[in-house]
């Protein structure tokens, strides 16, 4: 059975940091696409960030770039996300998922996590 979990969410300043962690079990991580969604109450789940099966590959949106990395440890089935320059606007859950294709729309993944709530301070 698959499963994802995030955790590593919290509340931080502007201008501060967090790490976001995913765990993933019972699959073959690596054959997967992982990426990073987030939503606030009222708007459309978002894609945040992406990394490839091998981890080569990454990409991100616009308001994050330059300030998140994404990354992923395949031995230990693991994904990251490394959040750095947080602003008010990062406020929100943030979801791990996996897709067996390259894609951003969250229609394209197949599977998620529960999420983990990360609220960014003034």
């Known amino acids: 059975q698959v499963q994802l979990a995030e955790s590593g969410g919290g509340l931080v300043q502007a201008g501060g940091s967090l790490r976001l962690s995913c765990a993933a079990s019972?699959?073959?991580?690596?054959?997967?696409?992982m990426a990073w969604f987030r939503q606030v109450p009222g708007k459309e789940r978002e894609f945040v960030a992406r990394?490839?099966?091998?981890?080569?590959?990454?990409t991100y949106a616009d308001n994050v770039k330059g300030r998140f990395t994404c990354s992923r440890d395949n031995d230990k089935k693991m994904m990251y996300l490394q959040m750095n320059d947080l602003k008010t606007e990062d406020t929100a859950v943030y979801y791990c998922?996996?897709?067996?294709?390259?894609?951003?729309?969250?229609?394209?993944?197949?599977?998620w996590g529960h999420g983990t709530q990360v609220t960014v301070s003034s």
């Open positions: 998922a996996a897709a067996g294709r390259w894609v951003v729309e969250p229609e394209g993944y197949d599977y």
């Open positions: 019972g699959w073959n991580f690596g054959g997967y696409a």
């Open positions: 990394v490839s099966g091998i981890g080569t590959v990454q």
